[in-house]
């Protein structure tokens, strides 16, 4: 018998490009942040290392930039793409590496005068545009993300990822599985070991799909943008309609937040999360006017000011809004509850989320 080994080759491209002055200055402010970051990160472990015989890793010093982008001295870190910075603290890492097993010197400083002027951005960081590389520039996007039923969620930029409901896909193939265990006795022994390791298996494979699209959406999500902003849902309350729970289980809506929430961390990222009562669907994200009610069944409204929303892409938008606000002032944020004529306008008021209220509507 013969056998062929196959190896995938991975082909490198070099481009040639001349910046513009704008572009120019970019690229040597993004060399100087990759230089600041790898030393900061560098000290900091040796500094570990020396006084507490401590390995930092790169999930630390990750974090550790994370924090100093907050601070007032090193706020110029956020004016640059992020992936280079994180490149630099992986460089650092395989560095270290090196030297633990004894390939390579320990690791130095790079100088402003002598170290090589360069940035590396992954794959995910270009796009293709008339067959050319480009490399985007809004080095703060953000986003508002209004998580749903039908769309999983929606973007404030107006696109829509469709819920791929795994567990219905499944729902025929799992009951005739659980139809099977409940017809066996306690006593048939293998022969029920063996129906429940099947319905064992349809659970998992439900799972692994629903994680797999997960783990997907969330890493581009929090790749393409600087600031990620969500709803503090309370998924817990809404498993009460009984109409919409194994919809909204399905959703997995406390899986994809946990899945945000530690990416963010990981890729420096800033998640903002807006109060749970913020009513981002019924206020209109054009002038601000805040409807009475607004029913699920209700997908596309028309304002007083003219302007036909979308529900979803509306709420998405009001999200990101209050969720800037959010961060520029540190606490959550509802609309002023009184004003003239009996309608609230967007004028944003900071209060600390009440402690009890009535459980939560499923978003539609």
């Not at 600041?36 to 900091?44: D, E, I, Q, R, S």
């Not at 545009?129 to 985007?136: C, H, Q, S």
């Not at 469709?162 to 006795?185: G, I």
Request: aromatic letters at 8%; proline letters at 4%; hydrophobic letters at 35%.
């Amino acid at each position: 018998m013969w056998s062929v080994a196959t190896t995938r080759v991975k082909r490198a491209f070099k481009y040639r490009f001349y910046p513009t002055d704008a572009q120019a200055a970019e690229l040597s402010r993004t060399f100087g942040c990759v230089r600041k970051v790898y030393n900061m990160a560098l000290a900091a472990r040796s500094e570990a290392w020396t006084l507490r015989r401590e390995r930092v890793n790169y999930n630390a010093t990750s974090a550790m930039l994370t924090r100093w982008k907050k601070t007032e001295e090193l706020a110029y870190l956020c004016e640059v793409s992020s992936v280079p910075l994180q490149q630099a603290l992986r460089h650092l890492q395989g560095a270290f590496t090196n030297f633990w097993q004894k390939r390579a010197k320990y690791p130095t400083f790079k100088s402003r005068k002598k170290s090589r002027r360069s940035a590396e951005y992954t794959s995910s960081a270009f796009r293709f545009r008339d067959d050319r590389p480009t490399v985007p520039t809004p080095a703060n996007a953000a986003v508002g993300i209004d998580a749903g039923i039908t769309s999983l969620v929606t973007l404030s930029t107006g696109e829509k990822i469709t819920n791929p409901r795994h567990e219905r896909k499944d729902r025929e193939r799992l009951a005739r599985a659980q139809r099977d265990l409940s017809r066996k006795a306690e006593g048939d022994g293998a022969s029920r070991a063996r129906v429940r390791l099947k319905v064992g298996r349809a659970y998992a494979k439900i799972a692994d799909r629903r994680r797999d699209f997960l783990h997907k959406l969330t890493t581009r999500l929090v790749r393409e943008n600087q600031t990620i902003v969500i709803e503090d849902l309370t998924v817990r309350n809404m498993l009460g309609n009984r109409k919409l729970s194994r919809a909204i289980s399905d959703a997995s809506w406390t899986e994809l937040r946990s899945m945000l929430e530690y990416k963010a961390d990981w890729y420096g990222r800033e998640l903002v999360v807006v109060d749970r009562w913020f009513p981002s669907s019924k206020l209109c994200s054009a002038c601000g006017t805040l409807r009475s009610r607004m029913p699920l069944n209700v997908r596309e409204w028309t304002c007083g000011c003219g302007t036909t929303h979308d529900r979803d892409v509306n709420a998405a938008i009001n999200i990101l809004a209050a969720g800037l606000a959010v961060a520029a002032c540190g606490d959550g944020v509802r609309p002023q509850r009184s004003t003239p004529g009996g309608q609230s306008s967007m004028k944003q008021e900071v209060v600390p989320p009440p402690r009890t209220r009535a459980a939560a509507q499923p978003r539609g």
